[in-house]
């Protein structure tokens, strides 16, 4: 047999039968205070309220869909290929590491007292040798990479109000499990001549001759290697003993987050049950066990603080800090023996520390004007635009825990006045304009050539949902005629509601009023029932979102011996999707696709940049149908380095549109600022396009505001066709 044939190694050199019994039994004790710890943090999620979602459906795919988006590192990657490298080397050298570690413990402790040989010999051993080393250097490097990261800027969105002495402990330890590794190998092979071939050790071998060149003997390899042996396997034990107790859980968290993530968190809220004693966000038990693993999941790496417009522009709100304050906030008050072993409670934004918490007994409010864990403003400064959740690589649902709070804030009559007047002016008058609905097609008076029918009276193809400032809003009056001459021209079969179209509920739900809402989505599911149509289309993106993805959720049936919601229906509207919705633009791209409007792609030629709405990007993943119609008008389209899913809020949602905020510049005026001075056309870009009311109306403002009126123009993309097809057809 062949030096190589026989190639293999002791596993427990110069460890007696003492110290290995030792090891098996330190093995087993941290194995057994993991999996206690484990048991405990999940037993913990128990304790929050049922989640709405079935968060287990098909659970299979789940786990390989999770599986498949964890050991991708795809979230890791988006937008930030430094941190997906680095985290791709973390993830893969430490589970090669654990599953070279358990391979081992097999052959030893299975396979050689049943085989009565060894197969952790020859070929097999080499290539063990060779991946493990391969594997562990990335690891360390993956590491080294972080530890670069986070030391270098100590002011980068990885610091913050919750770092803590964990994050560095965390860090370090793994770093010097991948290094001590290393040393351990690199003894080894100095104080075992019959190593001295062993090539494939190619790290090892390459410390073992640093350690020889600085004067290492064998003896002295031999002398020393318990002690490096031991200190390296009891920081392993430490390691795994400590997981579930601070940060290193995430590693099991967020996959576990992953696997039960609703892939239309957001668009869709949960609906709140009729039941008289619900409470919203009373106490940390209101809380679902998603949103109570969220916390958990949380790995503070920040890109959601760093995603969010709200906090870019000086307004007080950071979501990673929301979502870790009701962590500490939970911690402090509970009894689960895990809690809080991680760097303990820290200050809240409402400035209630966390033993605060503790000796009040758990009284503290979850959000209030003061004194609460979370500031009431951090709630109203929320746009409600999804960049935190869509930025975060552990799917955390910020806006899910986000709106529950805002509607205790609702049950408890603390919000801002304008809301309340907001809130008064839809229950009173069906709109946010507290307008007669008798006003609510008058937009239509102007349009002479053009006919819009009334969907109560006829058949029509398509239901047009006009939407609120489209109908009383000046500056979209003229978006909606725009858009009415395309349907004419393209001789589309629609019609509207005229006054039985209210407010359709989508912000008036984000701010908090839930059972506005209800009543708004009741109220325009019995219209829809009494008119005949095929499809229903939308001017609003947001509109479209909670007409699309809501009202089919509404379970109508619930409320049918409530009083107060003045609709009577048992069934759930559109639950199997037979009415197809949509927003306008993807009606009108099909039409110009078929040639309807009769453009040859040549009839403009402004230099022009599209800000992509939240509710249409990253709510329902429409970035194309906008960009088409643009690019057939004959316009040249540069894109906003914040475009498509990256896209930077207006500001309107969430409320936005009616509020005031205190702010070191508007969203809007950042948005314009970045389309004129940070677009590769620069000043050369004439119109700034939008495919959304609010944003129409919030970027008129900033126009304004932000001194940009000689600068560029604000056009709606129905705006830009229609000058097309008059301009084709001169």
């Not at 031991?230 to 992953?258: E, G, Q, R, T």
């Not at 229903?536 to 009202?551: A, K, L």
């Not at 078929?594 to 453009?599: H, I, K, N, P, V």
């Not at 939240?614 to 040249?636: F, K, M, Q, S, V």
């Amino acid at each position: 047999m062949t030096p190589l044939q026989a190639a293999t190694r002791e596993t427990f050199w110069t460890i007696g039968p003492v110290g290995k019994a030792a090891f098996y039994w330190l093995a087993a004790v941290a194995i057994l205070v993991f999996l206690y710890g484990v048991y405990a943090r999940f037993a913990a999620y128990a304790r929050g309220s049922a989640d709405p979602r079935d968060r287990l459906s098909d659970l299979p795919a789940r786990t390989v869909a999770a599986t498949k988006t964890v050991l991708s590192n795809e979230n890791q990657f988006d937008g930030d290929a430094y941190t997906g490298v680095m985290h791709a080397f973390v993830l893969w050298g430490f589970l090669t590491l654990l599953v070279a570690t358990t391979i081992l413990g097999f052959d030893i402790d299975v396979y050689r007292p049943i085989a009565g040989e060894s197969f952790w010999v020859g070929d097999f051993y080499l290539a063990y040798q060779f991946t493990v080393d391969a594997f562990g250097l990335l690891f360390v490097v993956g590491v080294g990479m972080a530890m670069a990261r986070r030391y270098r800027e100590r002011d980068g969105r990885l610091w913050g109000k919750h770092t803590s002495f964990e994050d560095d402990a965390f860090v370090w330890t793994l770093f010097l499990l991948g290094v001590g590794g290393f040393v351990v190998q690199a003894l080894g092979i100095v104080g075992q001549p019959a190593r001295a071939d062993e090539t494939v050790s190619f790290v090892g071998m390459a410390m073992a001759a640093g350690f020889e060149a600085a004067g290492l003997t064998p003896a002295g390899a031999e002398a020393i290697y318990g002690v490096v042996w031991w200190s390296h396997s009891l920081l392993a034990f430490a390691f795994i003993a400590w997981i579930p107790y601070a940060k290193p859980f995430h590693m099991i968290s967020s996959f576990a987050n992953v696997v039960a993530r609703d892939e239309k968190a957001g668009a869709r809220l949960p609906n709140v049950p009729a039941d008289l004693d619900h409470t919203n966000a009373e106490s940390i038990e209101d809380f679902t066990w998603k949103e109570l693993m969220d916390g958990d999941a949380c790995t503070k790496c920040g890109r959601c603080t760093d995603a969010c417009p709200a906090d870019a522009v000086g307004r007080n709100l950071d979501p990673r800090n929301v979502i870790l304050d009701l962590k500490a906030y939970r911690e402090s008050v509970t009894d689960d023996p895990v809690a809080g072993a991680g760097g303990g409670a820290v200050a809240t934004d409402g400035g209630v520390a966390g033993s605060a918490a503790v000796n009040d007994g758990g009284t503290v409010p979850i959000v209030a004007d003061e004194g609460g864990v979370i500031d009431a403003e951090s709630m109203e400064s929320c746009m409600s635009c999804m960049a935190c959740m869509d930025a975060c690589p552990v799917d955390i649902e910020h806006l899910t825990s986000f709106t529950k709070m805002n509607r205790q804030l609702v049950d408890e009559g603390a919000v801002d006045s304008n809301l309340q007047g907001v809130f008064q002016d839809v229950m009173q008058k069906g709109n946010t304009f507290g307008e007669s609905q008798a006003n609510r097609g008058d937009w239509t008076d102007e349009l002479d050539e053009v006919e819009v029918p009334d969907a109560r009276e006829r058949e029509v193809e398509y239901l047009w949902y006009v939407g609120d400032y489209p109908s009383f809003d000046d500056r979209n009056k003229k978006v909606a005629r725009a858009l009415a001459r395309l349907f004419d021209e393209a001789d589309v079969s629609f019609g509207i509601l005229f006054d039985d179209e209210k407010t359709d509920g989508n912000d008036i739900r984000r701010i908090g009023e839930e059972f506005l809402y209800l009543e708004l989505a009741g109220h325009h599911v019995e219209t829809f029932a009494d008119c005949e149509f095929e499809n229903i289309v939308c001017t609003d993106p947001h509109s479209y979102n909670t007409i699309e993805n809501e009202y089919p959720e509404v379970g109508f049936a619930e409320f049918a011996d409530d009083p107060m919601m003045p609709f009577d229906r048992g069934e759930p509207w559109n639950p199997d999707g037979a009415v197809d919705v949509f927003h306008w633009t993807q009606v009108i791209e099909e039409l110009v696709a078929d040639g309807r409007l009769d453009l040859s792609g040549d009839e403009l030629d402004y230099t022009v940049t599209y800000h992509d709405p939240c509710h249409l990007g990253r709510y329902n993943d429409e970035y194309e149908a906008p960009r088409e119609l643009i690019r057939a008008t004959g316009a040249d389209l540069h894109e906003m380095p914040r475009s498509r899913d990256d896209s930077f809020c207006c500001g309107g949602g969430g409320g936005g549109l009616w509020t005031e905020h205190d702010e070191d510049v508007k969203p809007s005026e950042e948005r314009l600022r970045e389309a004129v001075e940070d677009t590769d056309a620069g000043g050369a870009i004439e119109k700034f396009v939008v495919a959304c009311p609010m944003c129409t109306t919030m970027f008129e403002d900033g126009r304004k505001t932000g001194d940009f009126e000689d600068d560029v123009e604000i056009v709606d993309v129905a705006e830009l066709l229609i000058e097309a097809v008059e301009a084709g057809g001169e």
